[in-house]
């Protein structure tokens, strides 16, 4: 296609992640582009959730010999197949994308795929890196985020990766090095420690997990330690080739004392950055938040000068200040809405947000952490209770010695604020704190409303929940 041939679309869709869901059949005699410069179907389904989930969990298995002595079960490890294990992930990670992409692009008469990199040239109009110039009255910018690396000498070299690559090596790496303290260092450290790598986690701060309940991102930092090596309070400064193919991993600390590791691979985890600099905001007059991401209203369409730009909307990590693709799939849902009812938009009100980081151990969390709702409600307002998993019966059997849930309820409604969990199933035990959160079931009423199989894992929630002080719900 040559420069200045204009398409016209009565929708176009930047990003094939959460965006691809918006294409519901009230669209289906109406023209839709979907842009998408990368892999179709976007981060989670390429690079994210589902192929790190997919190592996560054989990961785990692996792990479990070194658990099960304690328990009376003499376990042995042999072997891990890490060729095995990502050609099964990508096999069917690969075919999902080509199948949506097709499905989008040959087999839908209205929907079209535009395989390239695209910006603003007004508001109504993009233009693709090959000059190809869209018009639709309707634009959902759905362009997600992407890893930062920092601006370091050596960051570009080959054995330097980002979440987008690690996953694909050619084989295990012997040392892995992995720079960061959030969600993706603490999933790929467990991974790839259970696999097999000998991990070094290198981290500025003190504590992993950081913008976690602090009695969660203590007891992980301590866990962490225990199974691969953790270096805190280092900072990277280069990274050179070493020999034979290696790399030397240059890091200063505190009074200018510096070390330096040797790894066969590197990962950076240290943050995602929105993609809104690749699509020239500024050309369509949008509002951009400081931390990248662009600006919109509680119905999510963007904004110009604080008030909505008619016909433009965005959704997931473009917009959102949480990163996660429950997050994005809700804001899909919500634009699919007001797309559809121009009369009747639909505010994106639902909460709390939970989220769960599938390291070793899994952590579960939503609402407040402790810090916070002392800051929101004060001390005097807020009722605590940890409860250890070894307290409960299925923890006896498990001989859990690590496992917690916290919770955090105000004193006066009795209502949660805060629910953080770290051990076994933690991923789907916080989600009935969630449910109570999302209905407004107050802590005494979720404990003492309903049975509670005994002896379940779920008795933790429910002794957490006895051990709060709030306001007796009458129930016995
Ligand atoms: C390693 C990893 C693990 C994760 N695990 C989880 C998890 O377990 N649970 C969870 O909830 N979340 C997880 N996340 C986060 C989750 O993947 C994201 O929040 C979610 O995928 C964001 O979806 P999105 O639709 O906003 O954007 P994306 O899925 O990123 O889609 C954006 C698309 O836009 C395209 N694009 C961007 N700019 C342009 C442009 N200018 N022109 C053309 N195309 C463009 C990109 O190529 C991309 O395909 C994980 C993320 C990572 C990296
Ligand atoms: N299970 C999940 O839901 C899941 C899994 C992976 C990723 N994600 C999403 O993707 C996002 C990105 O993940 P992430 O781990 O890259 O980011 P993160 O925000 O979770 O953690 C970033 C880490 O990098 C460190 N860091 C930032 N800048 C630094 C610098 N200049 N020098 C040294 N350290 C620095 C931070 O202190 C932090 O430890 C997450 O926030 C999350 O929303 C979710």
């Not at 696999?195 to 992993?208: F, K, Y």
């Not at 899994?362 to 307290?391: C, F, H, M, N, P």
């Not at 009935?432 to 802590?443: E, I, K, P, T, Y």
Request: proline share 5%; with cysteine; hydrophobic share 40%.
């Amino acid at each position: 296609m040559g420069t200045n041939t204009t398409e016209s679309f009565d929708l176009i869709i930047i990003g094939s992640g959460s965006g691809n869901s918006l294409v519901t059949p009230y669209w289906d005699d109406r023209r839709v582009a979907i842009v998408d410069a990368g892999i179709f179907g976007g981060t989670c389904l390429n690079v994210g959730c589902i192929p790190t989930k997919m190592f996560a969990y054989p990961a785990s298995l692996a792990a479990v010999p070194a658990e099960s002595g304690r328990l009376g079960v003499d376990l042995e490890l042999r072997s891990t197949d890490w060729a095995g294990i990502r050609d099964r992930i990508f096999s069917r990670v690969d075919a999902i994308s080509a199948g949506g992409f097709r499905y989008r692009d040959q087999e839908l008469d209205h929907t079209t795929v535009i395989t390239e990199e695209s910006r603003f040239t007004g508001i109504h109009q993009l233009t693709t890196a090959s000059g190809r110039v869209l018009e639709s009255e309707t634009i959902v910018v759905a362009a997600g985020s992407r890893p930062v690396r920092p601006d370091v000498p050596g960051i570009d070299l080959p054995q330097v990766h980002t979440s987008d690559s690690i996953m694909r090596l050619p084989k295990l790496p012997e040392t892995l090095v992995v720079l960061g303290g959030g969600f993706i260092a603490a999933e790929f450290a467990a991974v790839y420690s259970g696999l097999g790598s000998s991990v070094v986690q290198v981290n500025r701060s003190s504590q992993l997990l950081r913008t976690h309940d602090e009695t969660v991102s203590e007891r992980f930092t301590e866990l962490a330690s225990r199974q691969w090596r953790l270096e805190t309070g280092w900072t990277l400064s280069r990274i050179e080739e070493a020999e034979s193919g290696w790399v030397s991993v240059h890091l200063e600390g505190p009074e200018r004392a510096t070390m330096v590791i040797d790894a066969e691979a590197v990962l950076v985890a240290q943050g995602r950055t929105p993609n809104t600099d690749r699509l020239d905001p500024a050309a369509a007059g949008l509002d951009v938040h400081g931390d990248g991401r662009l600006v919109v209203d509680e119905y999510q369409r963007l904004l110009s000068g604080g008030a909505p730009v008619p016909g433009l909307w965005a959704l997931g990590d473009i917009s959102s200040e949480h990163q996660l693709k429950h997050v994005a799939n809700h804001d899909q849902r919500i634009v699919a809405h007001n797309l559809e009812h121009p009369d009747d938009l639909r505010a994106n009100t639902l909460g709390p947000i939970p989220s769960a980081v599938f390291t070793r151990p899994q952590i579960g969390s939503a609402g407040l952490t402790e810090a916070q709702a002392v800051a929101e409600y004060g001390r005097e307002r807020i009722s605590v209770k940890v409860q250890e998993y070894g307290d409960v019966a299925y923890g006896w059997a498990m001989e859990d010695a690590t496992g917690l849930c916290k919770l955090i309820a105000d004193r006066q409604s009795g209502q949660l604020i805060g629910a953080h969990l770290i051990g076994h199933e933690a991923p789907n035990l916080i989600q009935l704190l969630v449910q109570a959160m999302s209905f407004g079931v107050d802590a005494h009423t979720l404990a003492r409303g309903q049975y509670w199989i005994h002896p379940a894992l779920s008795e933790v929630v429910e002794n957490a929940l006895l051990g709060l002080e709030v306001p007796d719900s009458g129930l016995v």
